[in-house]
Nanobody, 124 residues
Framework: QVQLVESGGRLVQAGGSLRLSCAAS????????MGWFRQAPGKEREFVAA????????NYADRLEGRFTISRDNAKNTVYLQMNSLKPEDTGVYYC?????????????????WGQGTQVTVSS
């Protein structure tokens, strides 16, 4: 069992940066693939990035790669999302998710555990 708690979301101006954190409880965190998803008002939840348990593999949504970077520190049971050059369309609730598999996935249905989300608002 893994419990996830996101933090770091806030109001930021366009062009700014944010780093989101997701703290996980549970002794098996290092064996979980972790992902970030986001959901804007009135829209479906969409994939942002994912990282394998061994940190050897990362996936990004095509239009976000280059601005966003996912990383993890298994010693701290924490996964991060560094977001640079933020745009108003990046506004939404950002969710951390975990799945007990080795390979990252971009499909929300393949994740077993979810955090409560953290709000990111980018003003123009």
């Amino acid at each position: 069992q893994v419990q996830l708690v996101e933090s770091g979301g806030r109001l930021v101006q366009a062009g700014g940066s944010l780093r989101l954190s997701c703290a996980a409880s549970g002794r098996t965190f290092s064996s979980y693939t972790m992902g970030w998803f986001r959901q804007a008002p009135g829209k479906e939840r969409e994939f942002v990035a994912a990282i394998s348990w061994s940190i050897s593999s990362t996936n990004y949504a095509d239009r976000l790669e280059g601005r966003f970077t996912i990383s993890r520190d298994n010693a701290k049971n924490t996964v991060y999302l560094q977001m640079n050059s933020l745009k108003p369309e990046d506004t939404g609730v950002y969710y951390c998710a975990g799945r007990s598999a080795r390979r990252p996935s971009s499909f929300p249905a393949e994740y077993n555990y979810w955090g409560q989300g953290t709000q990111v608002t980018v003003s123009s």
